[in-house]
């Protein structure tokens, strides 16, 4: 018991630590997916646009 109580700050930095690291690998997880959610977003209009240009010119 006094062995815990005297590691207590320690437990409670690692905890922090733990959390704050945590949330940090979240919101970059976050961002990248942001991001190739956005890419996505913006290469498709041209993808379509460039698979409709090359089915023209396969019917013609």
């Given at each position: 018991m006094s062995n815990i109580q005297r590691n207590k700050p320690f437990i409670d930095f690692m905890d922090g630590f733990q959390y704050i690291t945590m949330n940090m690998g979240m919101s970059l997880v976050?961002?990248?997916i942001q991001r190739?959610?956005?890419a996505t977003a913006i290469a498709l209009p041209q993808r379509i646009n460039q698979s409709v240009m090359e089915w023209e010119r396969y019917l013609r």
């Open positions: 976050g961002k990248m190739q959610v956005w």
